[in-house]
């Protein structure tokens, strides 16, 4: 009896730690003040994000393109999928890499995020 329950106790952490943003937002947090600019952008799991921020966070709603030629340096941080940056990559081949990568992938494991800086957003 003891072996099962054993397994899963170990098991189950795993796993969640994979869906979980968790790690990835207390860095984010750290990095990122209250009073700090941070937006969402692109297609991902936004609540789990608010959630772990403990507050609201403004959707950025521009062309890719245009965010893509922000990205770099400033004090803007924008949190988007790990895909969406690397179709941003695509569209300029010198974009400099994501200041963070999470670990987990979302509740559905399929949204790996990142935390990248930008100005004049």
């Known amino acids: 009896i003891l072996v099962p329950f054993i397994g899963w106790s170990m098991v ?43 507050m609201e966070i403004e ?24 895909e969406t940056w690397s179709r941003m990559r695509k569209l300029r081949p010198t974009l400099v890499a994501p200041l963070l990568t999470s670990k987990g992938r979302g509740p559905e494991g399929d949204i790996p995020i990142v935390l990248v800086r930008a100005s004049g957003v």
């Open 12 to 54: 189950l952490p795993a796993i969640a730690e994979t869906k979980s943003y968790r790690e990835f937002m207390e860095e984010v947090n750290r990095r990122v003040q209250p009073t700090g600019k941070l937006y969402l952008f692109g297609p991902l799991h936004s609540d789990p994000i608010v959630y772990y921020r403990n």
């Open 59 to 82: 959707i950025l709603e521009r062309p890719m393109d245009q965010v893509a030629a922000q990205i770099g340096t400033g004090d803007v941080y924008i949190i988007m999928a790990q």
